[in-house]
């Protein structure tokens, strides 16, 4: 069964985005006049929490306060979230977060090989939105056939519902798509859902526990920009990594019992 889908998470995969989501967080809470901030070590480990509205309730559990002051804080969440995205937004629209190495290359090949495009992310459709045009210009959200965030579905990463809803849109079997991620949150959903995943990690995740993914690299690689020992240490066709290669490898997978779970099930959102 070929290869006819590719399914992209957006931060830290489509580009490193963490630095600028962990400055606007600090600016919204700066913004409410909150006295936190994050910095870069601890941005890391709140990172294991996915989604925005999830991390700042993850901080706050952390926080002694009053009954009164956590109801209050709890219930600001949504709108400090906003003031957030707003900030992230403007710093995308500038061009501040270009698309990590080798991902414009990617995706250009897989369109031109008449392979769809689909994100699955945790991020709000508004982030996606920013990103897709900064880069790509208007025509950036009409290259993706299957959009899907976070707050489609009831379970954010590590569950699967986001892939699963992706697959049930794009109208495919898991063993007919391949994911991109790079955190270990996003591994467990893609695998969880069936799919064969490649990894490439960024400072905010290469400590992370891979295990279980298909192809580990520290990004997709160009031309200019290649892979160091490649081909012939992970890859086999180039120095960086080629639709031709991934379509190749994931087509020739062994059939696993996950694949026999959820063969026929990709429309069933979990």
């Not at 489509?14 to 936190?36: C, I, M, P, Q, S």
Request: proline fraction near 5%; aromatic fraction near 8%.
């Amino acid at each position: 069964m070929s290869i006819e889908a590719f399914i992209f998470d957006v931060d830290g995969t489509l580009a490193d985005t963490e630095e600028a989501h962990r400055v606007a967080f600090n600016n919204a809470f700066e913004r409410y006049r909150l006295g936190w901030r994050w910095t870069p070590e601890a941005y890391r480990e709140l990172l294991h929490t996915t989604g925005g509205k999830e991390r700042i309730a993850a901080y706050l559990a952390t926080k002694t306060l009053s009954t009164s002051d956590r109801r209050r804080l709890t219930e600001l969440i949504p709108a400090i979230h906003a003031e957030k995205t707003r900030f992230y937004s403007s710093f995308v629209a500038d061009g501040a977060i270009p698309l990590r190495p080798g991902v414009r290359r990617l995706i250009e090949e897989a369109l031109a090989a008449g392979c769809r495009l689909a994100i699955a992310s945790t991020t709000t459709a508004a982030n996606v939105d920013a990103l897709l045009r900064s880069n790509f210009g208007e025509q950036g959200l009409a290259m993706f056939s299957v959009i899907a965030c976070g707050d489609q579905v009831r379970a954010k990463k590590p569950a699967p519902d986001i892939y699963r809803l992706a697959l049930q849109h794009l109208g495919l079997q898991p063993e007919q798509a391949v994911a991109f991620e790079d955190s270990r949150n996003g591994l467990r959903a893609a695998t969880e859902a069936g799919l064969w995943t490649v990894i490439t990690p960024t400072f905010w995740t290469e400590d992370h526990d891979f295990d279980g993914a298909a192809l580990v690299l520290p990004h997709l690689g160009e031309p200019g920009q290649p892979l160091d020992g490649e081909p012939g240490g992970k890859l086999h066709d180039a120095a960086w990594l080629t639709f031709d290669e991934v379509a190749r490898r994931a087509d020739q997978r062994p059939r696993s019992g996950i694949d026999a779970v959820y063969a026929g099930t990709a429309g069933v959102h979990g």
